[in-house]
């Protein structure tokens, strides 16, 4: 079992970033694929990024490509989601996932989940 701890998250203005984190309880989370997920409220969850084990390959939603970076320290069990140039629209809960054997958009099929981490972006 694997458990997951999101930090991070706040207020920011638009234009600026904000640097998640996620972190796991097990050294095994170096062997799991990683996402990153928001919920607006009113809104589905929607994929945002995700990187497989090792990282050796990341994925974006198109919504984010070039703003934001996935990236993992296994030496500290730590996924990261640098977040830059944020717009409103990028306002909302942001969950991180992981999975033993997936790494790639469909929230379903994520085992282990954290308790997610408010990001508000103002105007």
């Known amino acids: 079992q694997v458990q997951l701890v999101e930090s991070g998250g706040g207020l920011v203005q638009a234009g600026g970033s904000l640097r998640l984190a996620c972190t796991a309880s097990?050294?095994?989370?170096?062997?799991?694929?990683t996402g990153w997920f928001r919920q607006a409220p009113g809104k589905e969850r929607e994929f945002v990024a995700a990187?497989?084990?090792?990282?050796?390959?990341?994925y974006y939603a198109d919504s984010v490509k070039g703003r934001f970076t996935i990236s993992r320290d296994d030496a500290k069990n730590t996924v990261y989601l640098q977040m830059n140039s944020l717009k409103p629209e990028d306002t909302a809960v942001y969950y991180c996932?992981?999975?033993?054997?997936?790494?790639?958009?469909?929230?379903?099929?994520?085992?282990?989940w954290g308790q997610g981490t408010q990001v508000t972006v103002s105007t």
């Open positions: 097990e050294r095994t989370f170096s062997n799991c694929g």
């Open positions: 996932a992981a999975d033993g054997v997936y790494s790639g958009r469909d929230f379903a099929e994520y085992d282990y």
């Open positions: 990187i497989t084990w090792r990282g050796g390959s990341t």
